[in-house]
Structure formats: structure tokens, C-alpha cells
């Protein structure tokens, strides 16, 4: 038999401070939100300028609600419906986990609209600088869900090298599906979304970036749902899918009709900033 790697058994908890614990959950989602602002204000002044630096700081709080509020709401509605409305109050235990990207997607959609509204900002200009950072988080959330020993995948061949024995999934090699995540919908879209963000043209069609990202992310999760273990109280559903590859159906539609739309639409010309801030602002590009 050959041998096959076991899970590292990694301590979920980074430090105990008195009653409070501090996980690498918890961590990755903080770690992946503030980079994703860093990169953000460097994003919204990228020609055609879409937003300033300091209302990109303004977004912090507003994304972080809509990934929260989203994210939780998603999964109760998603996954586990009936069990939460029959116990109601453990719907705020978000200690236990529980969190859908799906929900989290529409809570940050959420966020955006209302931010663009209240600052009179293009909605889909400022969504295509907020999607390139999105799998910055992705990619840490997966790496933390590796490090919890969750979500693990289907039963591998005991040849494949880095099969990996979990001890919640049983004395069976498994694939490492959070990995598989980690690196498609984290650093690989990451990756083509960084690089299209970099040529004008793309910024210039306002919506194209987010369609790209919605395409994208429906493609990587839909392929690691190939290899992951389908949630125990869910199985497999019509057609042999996975609740997973389900919801990213309609992501992948409305990412392809976006980019459609984006590209056939007049060029978007960027915000008008305040006369006193155009000197600043063309040093800053310099």
C-alpha cells in the first residue's frame, strides 16, 4: 500500500486571550478584506478614476457587513433552511461557521449599490476595481478552511501524491480540495483579473471586470466541485451536482451577459474631481 499523506493537524485557534479566541477563520477573512482595501485604492484611480483613496477607506465598513450579513443569511437560506427556522437564534452563532460565498456575493452587491448610491458613484465601475480584489480572500478563506480540517474532498487514489487522510472524513484518502480552491479561485483568478485590470480598455467598459470575475469564479467553483465533498445533509442533487455547481449557474449567465453588455456600451469616461484635488491627483499617477 502506498503511503498517503495525514492531515498536519493544525491547532484552528492562533492565540487564547482570556475568554476571547482568535482563529485563522476569523484572521483570513480580516487579513483578505484589509489587503483587499490596500489594493482597492490603488484600483479606484487607475484611468478612468472611478472613486478617491479615501472613499475607497470609506468601503471597508460597508463590504465587511455585506460579507458578513450576506454570507450567513446565504447559507441559512441555501443550505440549511429548515433547520435555522426551527432554531431561529442559532442563526447568529456564526462561531459554529456556516457561511456561503454565494451570500456573501450578493451581500457585498448589496454593499456596493448602496455605497455608489450614497457617493454618486458608477455602480459598475467601482464593482469591476472591487472584483479584482475579491479572490484575495477567497484564496485565504480556502487556506483557512485547509487549516480547520473542513470541507475536504471526495475519495482519491492512494497513488495520487498528495492524497491526505482527514480525521473528520475517516481513514480515506481524500483530496485536498481546499488547496484545489485555494489556488484556482483564489491566486489564479486573482492572477487573469489583476492582469485585465491592467489594460485600459477593459477599465474603460464599465461592468466587463465584474462579468469577468462572475465567469471566472463560476468556472474555478464549479471545477473544485468535481473534487470536493458535497455538504453531508445536502448529497448530491439533480443531475449529480452539487449545491455548489447549482448556484453557479446562474453566476456564470449573468457574468457572460454582463461582459456583453459592458463591452457594447459607450466607454465610461471616470468621476470629475474638484479642481483644487487635479494636481494632486496627476502626481499621484505620475
Same mark, same amino acid.
Given at each position: 500500500? /502506498?503511503p498517503?499523506l495525514?492531515?498536519? +493537524?493544525?491547532?484552528?485557534v492562533? @492565540?487564547h &486571550?482570556?475568554?476571547?479566541?482568535?482563529?485563522?477563520?476569523?484572521?483570513?477573512?480580516?487579513? %483578505?478584506?484589509?489587503?483587499?482595501?490596500?489594493?482597492l485604492?490603488? #484600483?479606484?484611480?487607475?484611468t478612468p +478614476? @472611478?472613486a478617491?483613496?479615501?472613499?475607497? !477607506? !470609506?468601503?471597508?465598513?460597508?463590504v465587511?457587513?455585506g &460579507?458578513?450579513?450576506? %454570507?450567513?443569511?446565504?447559507?441559512?437560506?441555501?443550505?440549511?433552511?429548515d433547520?435555522?427556522?426551527?432554531?431561529?437564534m442559532?442563526?447568529l452563532?456564526?462561531?459554529?461557521?456556516?457561511m456561503?460565498?454565494? $451570500?456573501?456575493?450578493?451581500?457585498? &452587491?448589496v454593499a456596493?449599490?448602496?455605497?455608489?448610491?450614497?457617493?454618486?458613484?458608477n455602480?459598475?465601475?467601482? =464593482?469591476?476595481?472591487?472584483?479584482?480584489?475579491v479572490?484575495?480572500?477567497?484564496?485565504l478563506g480556502?487556506?483557512?478552511?485547509?487549516?480547520? $480540517?473542513?470541507?475536504?474532498?471526495?475519495?482519491?487514489p492512494a497513488?495520487?501524491p498528495? =492524497?491526505?487522510i482527514?480525521?473528520e472524513?475517516g481513514?480515506?484518502?481524500?483530496?485536498p480540495?481546499?488547496?484545489?480552491? =485555494?489556488?484556482?479561485?483564489? #491566486?489564479?483568478?486573482?492572477?487573469?483579473l489583476?492582469?485585465?485590470?491592467?489594460n @485600459?480598455?477593459?477599465r474603460?467598459?464599465?461592468?466587463? /471586470?465584474a462579468?469577468?470575475?462572475?465567469?471566472?469564479?463560476?468556472?474555478?467553483?464549479?471545477f473544485?466541485?468535481l473534487?470536493r465533498?458535497p455538504?453531508?445533509?445536502?448529497?448530491f442533487? &439533480?443531475?449529480?451536482?452539487?449545491?455548489?455547481?447549482?448556484?453557479c449557474?446562474?453566476?456564470?449567465?449573468?457574468?457572460?451577459?454582463?461582459?456583453?453588455?459592458?463591452?457594447?456600451?459607450?466607454?465610461?469616461?471616470?468621476?470629475?474631481?474638484? +479642481?483644487?484635488?487635479?494636481?494632486?491627483?496627476t !502626481?499621484?499617477?505620475?
Open positions: 500500500m /502506498l498517503v495525514m492531515f498536519p +493537524q493544525f491547532n484552528p492562533v @492565540v &486571550i482570556g475568554p476571547l479566541s482568535i482563529r485563522w477563520y476569523a484572521l483570513s477573512y480580516i487579513a %483578505g478584506i484589509v489587503l483587499g482595501i490596500l489594493l485604492r490603488k #484600483l479606484v484611480v487607475s +478614476q @472611478v478617491t483613496p479615501e472613499q475607497a !477607506d !470609506d468601503f471597508l465598513t460597508w465587511t457587513l &460579507i458578513i450579513l450576506g %454570507g450567513r443569511l446565504g447559507y441559512v437560506l441555501f443550505y440549511q433552511p433547520y435555522y427556522f426551527s432554531h431561529p442559532a442563526m452563532e456564526v462561531w459554529h461557521g456556516g456561503s460565498f454565494h $451570500g456573501g456575493a450578493l451581500g457585498v &452587491i456596493i449599490a448602496l455605497f455608489t448610491w450614497r457617493w454618486k458613484l455602480f459598475l465601475a467601482f =464593482a469591476d476595481r472591487v472584483t479584482v480584489t479572490p484575495i480572500g477567497l484564496g480556502r487556506l483557512a478552511n485547509f487549516i480547520n $480540517g473542513e470541507l475536504w474532498g471526495r475519495e482519491a497513488s495520487l498528495w =492524497a491526505m482527514f480525521p472524513g481513514m480515506i484518502p481524500r483530496h480540495s481546499q488547496i484545489y480552491e =485555494a489556488l484556482t479561485e483564489g #491566486l489564479l483568478l486573482f492572477t487573469v489583476y492582469i485585465a485590470s491592467r @485600459v480598455r477593459f474603460q467598459h464599465s461592468g466587463f /471586470l462579468g469577468m470575475f462572475l465567469v471566472g469564479y463560476a468556472c474555478a467553483r464549479s473544485c466541485e473534487f465533498q455538504d453531508a445533509f445536502l448529497g442533487l &439533480i443531475g449529480g451536482a452539487t449545491m455548489g455547481q447549482l448556484l449557474i446562474p453566476m456564470f449567465l449573468a457574468g457572460v451577459a454582463l461582459m456583453i453588455y459592458a463591452w457594447y456600451k459607450p466607454p465610461y469616461a471616470g468621476i470629475s474631481l474638484p +479642481q483644487e484635488s487635479l494636481t494632486t491627483e !502626481d499621484h499617477k505620475e
